[in-house]
């Protein structure tokens, strides 16, 4: 029963996806970042202020398993703070945008939305990352690389 359940599904999730991605970001020759203090170690800012904030240009931390989603999209946050130094929270609110993917067994991968709130102003931005493709991974624009996590 579970296998014809799991079969339904994703037959409707691949019914869903698109036959053509349209994310604009991917780079299969895109280093992974070295893991620095505990989180990435982001040393370039995005120039295109789509990067992170639309669906076709999402933070790119893949190719990785869904359940090691959690602790990179961790390493990704512990690596920046706000504009002004704030302290930022994120909670993962909907997961949309199906796309062909090759990097896992059914064919097809999904975008993750993050919602990122600032300590003590009433700001707040969502953020896309797609776990299943490679790309740069850069600061988007509204946010600022810790001091801490940069080299010297």
């Known amino acids: ?35 620095v203090n505990n989180a990435f170690e982001i040393t370039e800012y995005a120039n295109d202020s789509n990067y992170g904030y639309d669906a076709d240009y999402p933070i790119n931390l893949g190719p990785l398993l869904d359940k090691q989603e959690e602790a990179n999209i961790k390493l990704f946050f512990n690596a920046l703070e706000g504009e002004n130094g704030e302290t930022i929270t994120y909670t993962k609110t909907e997961t949309c945008c199906p796309f062909p993917s090759n990097t896992n067994n059914i064919g097809a991968g ?29 600061c988007p624009k509204g946010l600022k690389i810790k001091k801490t996590t940069l080299q010297n």
């Not at 029963?1 to 991917?26: D, E, H, Q, V, Y």
């Not at 993050?114 to 931005?125: A, D, M, S």
Request: aromatic share 10%; hydrophobic share 45%; glycine share 4%.
């Open 110 to 138: 999904t975008l993750s939305i993050y919602e990122v709130n600032f300590k003590g102003i009433p700001k707040k931005i969502a953020l896309y990352f797609n776990i299943y493709e490679k790309g740069q991974i850069l």
């Open 1 to 35: 029963m579970r296998l014809l359940i799991l079969g339904i599904f994703s037959l409707l999730f691949l019914a869903c996806t698109s036959t053509k991605s349209t994310i604009k970001n991917i780079d299969p020759n895109a280093k992974r970042p070295k893991i």
